[in-house]
């Protein structure tokens, strides 16, 4: 299991979408290994609906076997299909210029035809030593990974307690940076961000929090409760806290990464790879955070999850049961009195446009993933 994903572009793809894809896959968790541009490109002509100019050829060192899901199809890997789709959305003309390979035996086929065999030596070799890279030097306990897109997360064995040891991959050093800083000088002021243990040139071991939040789902679907109010009043206090001391915790919402400690009952919040300085403080009703990243912002910002809009609608309200205006300003007892009165209506309107937008979402991934994905004999 390589992980290997061909990526093969068509005539008039161009040197900035080759840049782009290369961009893309990367940032779904792909290393490019190569690009073909020569006459081993005529082996896939007789297997493709487009002349290929060139051909990524990528691997992902984490990548796990998958069988194909009702998600992934055509594709044989979710993660595949993630990254097909953001390949899908950097043109409209992505249907005539771009196929992605569907799955790992067919990548391989496609892979040994393009590559000699020094080539596919040196591949093998890219891959072992990245793995080797990523390997933990504790004794592993679970697998905390989400995506593993900049960073694998393992709850570990340390000394007689446990850990989180959080691994960054060789592209994503800089996220690993923005964290260790957020973490340390956020963390001087605030119990919030976990405390860093250990750190090493490629991972950070915080300490394990017991998180006492437990995510409610009904056929499937998360159920998106407010948290308590003295929670979300901490929730806006280290909010406040991050902007006075002109940070942006981009990533940060009660969605995603905000727990409650099950020991001190206390409001904990995980993972500030897109944590940036501000050129000082920050009201916090224009923070990138609560408000959205500008397209002018000159900042690392996660991809394909409405960052650029504002968030606070989708991924703060459902969680807080509080406008943006009254999570910042207004005192608790006219909180609990909105919370009770006027959020149950919101939360229902919201849940009917969320699953407007959800079946919306699946129709469009659906045929963006179909446009791309490889029309070979595999």
Known sequence: MRGLCVVALGAGAGAALEDRVGAALEARGFEVFAVVADGRLEALADELDIAPERAVVAFNPLLQAEAATARARPFHSEEVARAAHLLASLTEESGRLLRVTRSEAEAEAVARRLLDGPAWAALDAAVEARRAEMASAYPVLADLSRFKYRAKVERVRYGEATAVLK??????????????????????????????????????????????????????????????????????????????QGFDAIDLTPR???????????????????????????????????????????????????????????????????????????????????????????LVGFAAGAMVRRRRHRATRGENIDAVAWRGRG
């Open 167 to 244: 691994t960054y991959r060789r592209n994503a050093r800089d996220a690993m940076a923005r964290e260790a800083g957020f973490a340390r000088e956020i963390g001087r002021l605030s119990d919030v961000p976990p405390r860093i243990l250990e750190q090493t040139d490629n991972a950070l071991l915080f300490e394990d929090i017991d998180n006492a939040l437990r995510v409610r789902r009904i056929l499937g679907l998360r159920v998106p409760l407010p948290l308590p109010l003295a929670r979300v009043r901490e929730l806006a206090e280290f909010v406040r806290l991050c902007c006075a």
């Open 256 to 346: 995603d990464n905000v727990l409650i400690d099950a020991e001190t009952g206390r409001l904990r919040a995980i993972d500030f790879e897109f944590a940036t300085r501000r050129d000082g403080p920050v009201r916090p009703e224009e923070s990138y955070c609560l408000s959205g990243v500008p397209a002018s912002a000159q900042v690392a910002r996660p991809l394909l999850n409405a960052m650029e809009e504002d968030p606070y609608p989708s991924k703060w309200r459902p969680y807080t049961g509080l406008s943006k205006r009254s999570f910042l300003r207004d005192p608790p007892w006219l909180q609990h009195l909105k919370r009770v009165a006027l959020h149950p209506f919101w």
